[in-house]
T-cell receptor
Framework: DSGVTQTPKHLITATGQRVTLRCSPR?????VYWYQQSLDQGLQFLIQ???????AKGNILERFSAQQFPDLHSELNLSSLELGDSALYFC???????????????FGPGTRLTVL | AQSVTQLGSHVSVSEGALVLLRCNYS??????LFWYVQYPNQGLQLLLK??????LVKGINGFEAEFKKSETSFHLTKPSAHMSDAAEYFC???????????FGKGTRLSVIA
């Protein structure tokens, strides 16, 4: 158990809908990362938050957005869903302190999104 | 920009045989390198990491990896495969702590009895 929790575990929805994925980082971790895993694209970084602020952006679609709340949990919002958004979405967390050379990302179990 | 290439999308070994999973990286700055394992229907678990200390890194479950700068490689090895090692293995690179990981496409390891 990595200490990172994600809900829900599975999500089935229809095209055009909007869903929210939730992530709770390990206790004490300030950084949260979102990754998407799909068969054709592999594991791709979407977005990172550090202590409530957006820190880095990857291949995240404009239809997707995220935020990190004061209690450090994060939510990934996916809207106007398309069939191609079906994937496994992972959240990872790390301590995130500047200058920590051994900072390690610990991954949650993921949310499997199926868009029908 | 950084990138990772994992040679072989599928590797099959006999139980008790040497496991060798290949990873080559590209980075314009000294990299931090990681190996993660993903068991079916589970998240990614950290096996080991290189952060510029010792070049030979020992991880969990008997795995180790050696950082070779001249070859830009970080291959994962285990002397004797066990059935429980069957999983997907991902090599990842980043350029400092607290930065996103760039993953390879993964190598699926099958262990044959």
């Amino acid at each position: 158990d990595s200490g990172v929790t994600q809900t829900p575990k599975h999500l089935i929805t229809a095209t055009g809908q909007r869903v929210t994925l939730r992530c709770s980082p390990r206790s004490g971790d300030l950084s949260v990362y979102w990754y998407q895993q799909s068969l054709d694209q592999g594991l791709q970084f979407l977005i990172q938050y550090y202590n409530g602020e957006e820190r880095a952006k990857g291949n995240i679609l404009e239809r997707f957005s995220a935020q990190q709340f004061p209690d450090l949990h994060s939510e990934l919002n996916l809207s106007s869903l398309e069939l191609g958004d079906s994937a496994l979405y992972f959240c990872a967390s790390s301590v995130g302190l500047a200058g920590v050379r051994t900072d390690t990302q610990y991954f949650g179990p993921g949310t499997r999104l199926t868009v029908l | 920009a950084q990138s990772v290439t994992q040679l072989g999308s599928h590797v099959s070994v006999s139980e008790g045989a040497l496991v060798l999973l290949r990873c080559n990286y590209s980075s314009s700055v000294p990299p931090y390198l990681f190996w993660y394992v993903q068991y079916p229907n589970q998240g990614l678990q950290l096996l080991l990491k290189y952060t510029s200390a010792a070049t030979l890194v020992k991880g969990i479950n008997g795995f180790e990896a050696e950082f070779k700068k001249s070859e830009t490689s970080f291959h994962l090895t285990k002397p004797s495969a066990h059935m429980s090692d069957a999983a997907e293995y991902f090599c990842a690179v980043t350029f400092s702590g607290n930065t996103p990981l760039v993953f390879g496409k993964g190598t699926r390891l099958s262990v044959i009895a």
